[in-house]
Protein backbone atom coordinates (compact mmCIF):
# COMPACT_ATOMS: atom_id res chain seq x y z
CA UNK A 1 0.00 0.00 0.00
CA UNK A 2 3.34 2.26 0.65
CA UNK A 3 4.00 2.68 -3.09
CA UNK A 4 0.37 3.07 -4.54
CA UNK A 5 0.60 6.02 -1.29
CA UNK A 6 3.85 7.17 -2.71
CA UNK A 7 2.65 7.41 -6.08
CA UNK A 8 -0.59 9.10 -5.26
CA UNK A 9 1.49 11.37 -3.55
CA UNK A 10 3.67 11.94 -6.59
CA UNK A 11 0.50 12.36 -9.09
CA UNK A 12 -0.64 15.08 -6.46
CA UNK A 13 2.47 17.07 -6.27
CA UNK A 14 2.56 17.15 -9.99
CA UNK A 15 -0.30 18.14 -10.55
CA UNK A 16 -0.21 20.78 -8.05
CA UNK A 17 2.81 22.25 -9.96
CA UNK A 18 0.86 23.11 -12.84
CA UNK A 19 -0.52 25.92 -10.97
CA UNK A 20 2.37 26.15 -8.53
CA UNK A 21 0.24 25.61 -5.51
CA UNK A 22 0.72 22.90 -2.68
CA UNK A 23 -0.38 19.60 -2.92
CA UNK A 24 -2.95 19.68 0.10
CA UNK A 25 -5.53 18.04 -1.80
CA UNK A 26 -8.28 16.67 0.46
CA UNK A 27 -10.93 13.90 -0.72
CA UNK A 28 -14.54 15.36 -0.50
CA UNK A 29 -17.37 12.90 -0.31
CA UNK A 30 -20.82 13.61 -1.46
CA UNK A 31 -23.66 11.88 -1.41
CA UNK A 32 -25.72 12.81 -4.48
CA UNK A 33 -29.05 11.98 -4.83
CA UNK A 34 -30.62 11.19 -8.51
CA UNK A 35 -33.44 13.39 -9.33
CA UNK A 36 -37.34 12.23 -8.97
CA UNK A 37 -39.02 11.99 -11.77
CA UNK A 38 -42.56 14.11 -11.24
CA UNK A 39 -45.87 12.55 -11.67
CA UNK A 40 -46.25 14.12 -15.26
CA UNK A 41 -43.55 12.86 -16.63
CA UNK A 42 -44.00 9.84 -15.35
CA UNK A 43 -47.64 9.75 -17.47
CA UNK A 44 -45.79 11.38 -20.26
CA UNK A 45 -44.74 8.47 -22.51
CA UNK A 46 -42.64 9.52 -25.17
CA UNK A 47 -44.62 7.79 -27.99
CA UNK A 48 -47.13 9.85 -26.43
CA UNK A 49 -45.39 13.38 -26.80
CA UNK A 50 -46.88 15.90 -29.34
CA UNK A 51 -43.47 16.17 -31.08
CA UNK A 52 -42.93 12.70 -31.64
CA UNK A 53 -46.79 12.36 -32.76
CA UNK A 54 -46.52 15.09 -35.61
CA UNK A 55 -43.33 13.88 -36.66
CA UNK A 56 -44.21 10.26 -36.93
CA UNK A 57 -47.06 11.65 -38.87
CA UNK A 58 -45.52 13.66 -41.03
CA UNK A 59 -43.11 11.00 -41.78
CA UNK A 60 -45.94 8.61 -42.85
CA UNK A 61 -47.14 11.68 -44.94
CA UNK A 62 -44.30 11.77 -46.61
CA UNK A 63 -43.50 8.03 -47.27
CA UNK A 64 -46.88 7.75 -48.78
CA UNK A 65 -46.53 10.80 -51.08
CA UNK A 66 -42.88 8.66 -52.59
CA UNK A 67 -45.20 5.53 -52.80
CA UNK A 68 -47.58 7.48 -54.65
CA UNK A 69 -44.86 9.22 -56.77
CA UNK A 70 -43.34 5.74 -57.87
CA UNK A 71 -46.21 4.36 -58.82
CA UNK A 72 -47.47 6.77 -61.37
CA UNK A 73 -43.93 7.42 -62.74
CA UNK A 74 -43.31 5.19 -66.02
CA UNK A 75 -39.90 4.52 -67.80
CA UNK A 76 -39.42 5.60 -71.39
CA UNK A 77 -38.68 3.40 -73.91
CA UNK A 78 -35.55 4.35 -75.82
CA UNK A 79 -35.25 4.04 -79.57
CA UNK A 80 -31.56 3.97 -81.36
CA UNK A 81 -30.81 4.29 -85.15
CA UNK A 82 -26.83 3.65 -86.35
CA UNK A 83 -24.99 2.43 -88.74
CA UNK A 84 -22.01 -0.38 -87.90
CA UNK A 85 -19.28 -1.15 -90.71
CA UNK A 86 -17.83 -4.54 -90.58
CA UNK A 87 -13.78 -3.70 -91.37
CA UNK A 88 -13.27 -7.68 -92.18
CA UNK A 89 -15.97 -8.03 -94.63
CA UNK A 90 -14.15 -5.39 -97.35
CA UNK A 91 -15.83 -2.20 -95.56
CA UNK A 92 -19.59 -3.66 -95.58
CA UNK A 93 -22.03 -1.86 -93.49
CA UNK A 94 -25.23 -2.50 -92.49
CA UNK A 95 -28.28 -0.34 -90.81
CA UNK A 96 -28.59 -0.87 -87.08
CA UNK A 97 -31.88 -0.18 -84.65
CA UNK A 98 -32.15 -1.12 -81.25
CA UNK A 99 -35.12 -0.66 -79.11
CA UNK A 100 -34.85 -0.19 -75.12
CA UNK A 101 -37.67 -1.09 -72.86
CA UNK A 102 -36.62 -0.95 -68.99
Not at 73 to 85: A, D, H, I, K, V
Amino acid sequence: MTRAEAQAATARARLASYWGGEDGFALIRADFALPVASDHEHALDADQAPDVARLTAERERLDAAARLERSLSFQNPTLSLGYRRFEDRDGDGALVAGLSIP
